[in-house]
């Protein structure tokens, strides 16, 4: 299945550290990417690949895989992270995209 | 600095057809793909398709071949998306972003503003 699956909603206290997370059979043993989309706004790519930062995303974000599970980890959480954050893969050929349903974080 | 710039918010009646673009800037245009993303509102993105400018070679999510249109017109630098026969349920944002790739795998860096369409009777 390429279904890629989130909690709908999460929640952490200003400055704690949150884990996100998506499940699904396909990232076994393969790396999801991250975007974050603030309201109103497009999405912002975040992590790609093997936990990589683009050029201008801050160091408390990160990504990690561990079998069918990719997390992404905020360490100490942020007024201004509060967004959607959606997880994607793209099959091996690039043939297919597939999208989380997207986890809104709240900080608290 | 790179861009992807899209065509302005449009209005629409059901049946109507429509064509939005998206227009690249600051970088080789021809080098990467573009892929287009729909959020239907308050909801989450949806991948659409994706254009290889050069040749045109296109792949289509299952859920919307033969729905949509994507096309390109690489001596602008401009991506297409377009409907031939409109419905409500087409109302939505759409987004165009570039796609890479680096080792074995895939991301889109640069995404576009958003077009908002708006179908209604």
């Known amino acids: 299945s390429s279904e890629l699956t989130q909690d709908p909603a999460v929640s952490v206290a200003l400055g704690q550290t949150v884990r996100i997370t998506c499940q699904g059979d396909s990232l076994r043993n393969n790396y999801a990417n991250w975007y974050q989309q603030r309201p109103g706004q497009a999405p912002l790519l975040l992590i790609y690949g093997k936990n990589r930062r683009p050029s201008g995303i801050p160091d408390r974000f990160s990504g990690s895989s561990s079998g069918n599970t990719a997390s992404l980890t905020v360490t100490g959480a942020q007024t201004e992270d509060e967004a959607d954050y959606y997880c994607s893969f793209w099959d091996i050929r690039g043939n297919l995209l597939t999208f989380g349903g997207g986890t809104k974080l709240t900080v608290l | 600095e790179v861009q992807l710039v899209q065509s302005g918010a449009e209005v629409r009646k059901p049946g109507e057809s429509l064509k939005i673009s998206c227009k690249g800037s600051g970088h080789s245009f021809t080098s990467y793909w573009i892929a287009w993303v729909r959020q239907m509102p308050g909801k989450g993105l949806e991948w659409m398709g994706v254009?290889?400018?050069?040749?045109?070679?296109?792949r289509y999510s299952p859920s919307f071949q033969g729905q949509v249109t994507i096309s390109v017109d690489k001596s602008i630098s401009t991506a297409f998306l377009q409907w031939s026969s409109l419905k409500a349920s087409d109302s939505a944002t759409y987004y165009c972003?570039?796609?890479?790739?680096?080792?074995?795998?895939?991301?889109?860096?640069?995404w576009g503003n958003g077009t908002t369409v708006t179908v209604s009777s």
């Open positions: 254009i290889y400018p050069i040749d045109s070679d296109t």
């Open positions: 972003a570039r796609r890479r790739k680096e080792n074995d795998y895939y991301y889109m860096d640069v």
